[in-house]
């Protein structure tokens, strides 16, 4: 049986309840993106697995080795390891760990001082093990501010392997903290190997989301290049993306701005470090509040230098950013007129390398990059 942690005197003493709606007339915007995991969709009735290592299930961030097992349901057809029928929508998550508690969490913004509403439901799937389901309200320090009502699973409320036996029920856990300042918060609803989880739900009264939206936000590999994407699905006084960059999914360096253009619709390049990268975007508005995306993360494995050449065209200074996989490469970089002329010959070192191009004359140029014999030539405007 697994012990349930009890909260420190940083708890805030809260009233809780299990409530049939989802909160008052203040309190009916939920806060949380993908609440009941209807993405990535599924396709097919049953078990669909998810290694969040290498494909995260959108917005959530999930304990480490944990593989993320959507059922998809139809409410009718028999499945002997969970709910026939998610708790909202068609698809709920289930816990596959291995005998041990599984945490699943989503960052949240509060733009001024409110009260919040939050819960989520909880079945159990199969096994014999006993249990405790709960959800946590966590600061940016790090310190449980608000926990829900606690209902402890036994083995009768696993679901009966083959019909007709009884089907799993879902049990809504929810709580409520008043007086929360501004800043960013956790959502974290603790479970177990044997647990099913959906229908994740927080609110604040007053209604103070911070005024901007994602719709996407998608990190890709291409060349060893990473390219970052995103989609804001609404701007109200908003100023500037900060795109962060991780080796250790813990501790984030800017490397790059994005001013708010109005077009929605961005993107951003990288030159990771070989191993694991971790992209997010801080949001500012313009008064100076922020919120934090979802995390991506990449496995980056590249036996050769990249390069990233910008700005094309170029008006005074082309950059060449160079990644190296070892010290002992080099890379040599030749810029040719139209005529074939050699206008620059310089080898290039690790990292951001300038070239002016100020005193050329307007027209088509060659870059030509060599290391250890291969050749990679740019088509470069001035």
């Known amino acids: 049986m697994r012990k349930f942690y009890q909260s420190t005197a940083f708890l805030l003493v809260l009233t809780v309840s299990l409530f049939s709606t989802r909160g008052t007339a203040?309190?009916?915007?939920?806060?949380?993106?993908?609440?009941?995991?209807?993405?990535?969709?599924?396709?097919?009735?049953?078990?669909?697995?998810?290694?969040?290592?290498?494909?995260?299930?959108?917005?959530?961030?999930?304990?480490?080795?944990?593989?993320?097992?959507?059922?998809?349901?139809?409410?009718?057809?028999?499945y002997g390891g969970g709910p026939n029928a998610a708790s909202d929508g068609v698809q709920y998550l289930d816990a596959l760990t291995g005998n041990t508690t599984v945490l699943i969490s989503q960052t949240f913004d509060l733009?001024?001082?409110?009260?919040i509403t939050f819960s989520g439901a909880f079945s159990a799937r199969d096994g014999g093990d006993t249990w405790d389901a709960f959800i946590e309200i966590v600061n940016s320090s790090n310190v449980v501010v608000a926990t829900s009502t606690i209902r402890t699973f036994t083995p009768p409320d696993v679901d009966a392997p083959v019909p007709p036996g009884p089907d799993a029920v879902w049990y809504t856990l929810s709580g409520t903290a008043t007086g929360l300042p501004a800043g960013t918060y956790t959502y974290r609803a603790s479970m177990y190997d044997d647990g099913n989880f959906d229908n994740a739900f927080l609110c604040a009264s007053p209604g103070c989301l911070l005024p901007v939206k994602l719709k996407a936000f998608d990190v890709k590999l291409s060349d060893c290049v990473a390219n970052l994407k995103w989609t804001a699905e609404s701007e109200t006084n908003f100023d500037k993306y900060i795109v962060e960059y991780s080796q250790n999914g813990?501790?984030?360096?800017?490397?790059?701005?994005?001013?708010?253009?109005?077009?929605?619709?961005?993107?951003?390049?990288?030159?990771?470090?070989?191993?694991?990268?971790?992209?997010?975007?801080?949001?500012?508005?313009?008064?100076?509040?922020?919120?934090?995306?979802?995390?991506?993360?990449?496995?980056?494995?590249?036996?050769?230098?990249?390069?990233?050449?910008?700005?094309?065209?170029?008006?005074?200074?082309?950059?060449?950013?160079?990644s190296k996989s070892s010290a002992g490469s080099v890379v040599t970089a030749s810029l040719y007129d139209a005529a074939g002329r050699l206008m620059v010959r310089r080898q290039l070192s690790n990292g951001t390398n300038a070239i002016d191009m100020r005193s050329m004359a307007s027209g088509l140029y060659n870059l030509v990059l060599i290391q250890d014999g291969e050749v990679t030539t740019y088509k470069i405007k001035r």
């Open 26 to 78: 203040q309190c009916t915007i939920n806060y949380l993106q993908n609440p009941s995991f209807e993405s990535p969709v599924t396709v097919g009735l049953g078990n669909h697995f998810y290694d969040v290592n290498l494909f995260p299930i959108p917005n959530w961030t999930i304990s480490s080795n944990f593989t993320a097992n959507i059922i998809r349901t139809d409410g009718v057809t028999d």
């Open 111 to 115: 733009g001024c001082t409110a009260d």
């Open 250 to 322: 813990a501790d984030y360096t800017a490397i790059g701005t994005v001013n708010s253009s109005g077009s929605r619709d961005y993107s951003f390049t990288h030159i990771p470090a070989t191993g694991k990268a971790f992209y997010r975007l801080k949001m500012a508005d313009l008064d100076g509040k922020l919120s934090y995306s979802k995390i991506s993360v990449l496995n980056i494995s590249c036996g050769k230098s990249t390069a990233l050449v910008y700005p094309n065209p170029v008006n005074d200074v082309l950059n060449v950013n160079i």
